[in-house]
């Protein structure tokens, strides 16, 4: 997905036939895809929905429960949409299935009191902190890499930010684990596998400085890989 001018520049450096669809707004974001039984690449616009705007109007304001107008807002997205997160904490109170992909704003975080399942996948930065410290279990169907960094805690200490997100993850669809940023721990990793499950643990785009002495703790799988990137003073896995 992207600006027009972005998505045409790609196709055509490629020498692909375009087919655009009526209608296209130049200002909305598009998406690209090729249909297989002529061989053309369709470039449509993308429904793009603020949960927060009316007649949605959800809150974030972290304790009304924001679950229905989220519903409402996938629906009006439609399943090749978007559903924007504005910053703040939207709490989402009961088990629910994504329908459309959201795109997490900086400052937006998602609370859960019940599990999640991205069904259709999610737009945020690596670095961005989305997932309250209470929430629930977060099954990514749709996604393969998640970032620890999404994940908040008390005392925002990177170890334990870290634990949380492989705790969440666990058996839950990813098969990445990774890590960004500079951080300075006393905390030890989790690196538990997910059994016959192949997963990696990429911190190779992370700066670690760490007091500990094993800050890496690596058992019960043959089929988890670590990736390090720069990790000072302690290196060790236990």
Request: charged share 20%.
């Amino acid at each position: 997905m992207g600006t027009f001018d972005a998505l045409l520049g790609r196709i055509l450096s490629n020498g692909a036939e375009v087919e655009l669809g009526n209608g296209l707004d130049f200002k909305r974001p598009m998406s690209a895809e090729l249909n297989a039984s002529t061989g053309v690449i369709e470039i449509t616009t993308v429904d793009e929905v603020d949960v927060t705007a009316a007649p949605y109007n959800a809150t974030g304001d972290g304790t009304t429960d924001d679950t229905a107008a989220i519903a409402l807002a996938e629906a009006a997205a439609g399943a090749s949409g978007n559903v924007t997160f504005p910053s703040g904490t939207y709490l989402i109170s009961t088990a629910y299935n994504q329908s459309a992909r959201w795109v997490i704003k900086r400052g937006a975080t998602i609370k859960l009191e019940a599990p999640l399942t991205l069904d259709v996948g999610v737009d945020a930065a690596p670095d961005q902190a989305m997932f309250d410290e209470s929430s629930a279990r977060v099954t990514f169907s749709a996604v393969q890499r998640v970032y620890a960094n999404w994940w908040t805690v008390s005392g925002d200490d990177i170890a334990a930010r870290w634990n949380r997100c492989v705790r969440a993850c666990r058996g839950n669809g990813p098969t990445e684990i990774a890590l960004v940023g500079t951080h300075t721990t006393a905390g030890q990793f989790d690196l538990t596998g997910w059994g016959s499950v192949a997963v990696a643990f990429d911190l190779s785009g992370a700066r670690l400085t760490t007091s500990s002495e094993n800050p890496f703790r690596l058992r019960g799988s043959t089929n988890a890989r670590l990736l390090l990137g720069a990790t000072d003073h302690n290196d060790g896995v236990t």
